[in-house]
C-alpha cells in the first residue's frame, strides 16, 4: 500500500526564521522585539519598519551560517519522525535569498531533521501549489489559500502561529506538533 504524502513547509513549522529576523532588527535599530510583536506575516510590517530599512535588515541576513543557524522549533523531530512511521514526509521550502541559503537549508534539515537530501524541495512560494502531496502544511495563509484552490481534495493545514491567527482561514489548523501529528493520523493514516 502507498504510504500517504505530506508536504511540509520548513520556516514557521520546524525553523523559526523570527529569532534571527529579531536579532537582525536589533542590530540594525537598537530596538528590542521579541516573536510575540510579530503580528502579522510580513516581519518588517508587523513592527512597523520601513522598507528600505526592512530590506536592509533582510541583505545583512543572507550571510554563512545564517540559514543552518536558525533554531528548531520544540517538538519538530519527534513530529516528523511519528509522522515518518507511516507517510512520506516532504519539506517545501522557499529559499529566502543568499548563494549560501539552498545549501544550508539542506544541511540544516539533513543534520537537525533527519530528512535525506532528496525529501528537500526548493519552491518559491507563489509555485508551491506545482508540488502535490496528500496533506500541505503551512504557516503563510495566502500560500496555502492557493494550494488549496488548485488541490481542494488535499488535506491543507494552517500552522498557527502568533502571525497567522488573524488571518481568517476557514480550513483545518493545528497549534504545535502534537496537534498536527495527531490531526494528520486522523485524517490520513491508512
Request: charged share 30%.
Amino acid at each position: 500500500m502507498t504510504k500517504p504524502c505530506i508536504l511540509l513547509d520548513v520556516d514557521g513549522i520546524f525553523a523559526d526564521f523570527v529569532a534571527p529576523c529579531l536579532d537582525a532588527v536589533y542590530a540594525h535599530t537598537g530596538k528590542r522585539f521579541f516573536s510575540d510583536d510579530v503580528t502579522d506575516w510580513d516581519i518588517m510590517k508587523a513592527l512597523g519598519i520601513d522598507d528600505e530599512t526592512g530590506a536592509a535588515i533582510y541583505k545583512s541576513m543572507q550571510v554563512p551560517g545564517l540559514c543552518f543557524g536558525i533554531p528548531p522549533y520544540d517538538g519538530a523531530r519527534e513530529g516528523v519522525d511519528r509522522l515518518r512511521e507511516w507517510a512520506e514526509v516532504i519539506a517545501v521550502t522557499s529559499p529566502f535569498g543568499g548563494e549560501h541559503w539552498m545549501h544550508e537549508r539542506d544541511r540544516w534539515m539533513v543534520e537537525k531533521m533527519g530528512f535525506r537530501k532528496d525529501d528537500v524541495m526548493h519552491v518559491r512560494s507563489a509555485r508551491k501549489y506545482r508540488v502535490w502531496g496528500d496533506a500541505f502544511v503551512e504557516d503563510k495563509t495566502e500560500t496555502l489559500r492557493k494550494y488549496r484552490e488548485h488541490h481542494p481534495e488535499c488535506t491543507n493545514v494552517l500552522f498557527l502561529r502568533n502571525y497567522n491567527k488573524a488571518d481568517g482561514w476557514d480550513g483545518l489548523s493545528a497549534d504545535g506538533w502534537p496537534h498536527l501529528v495527531s490531526l494528520l493520523e486522523h485524517r490520513l493514516r491508512r
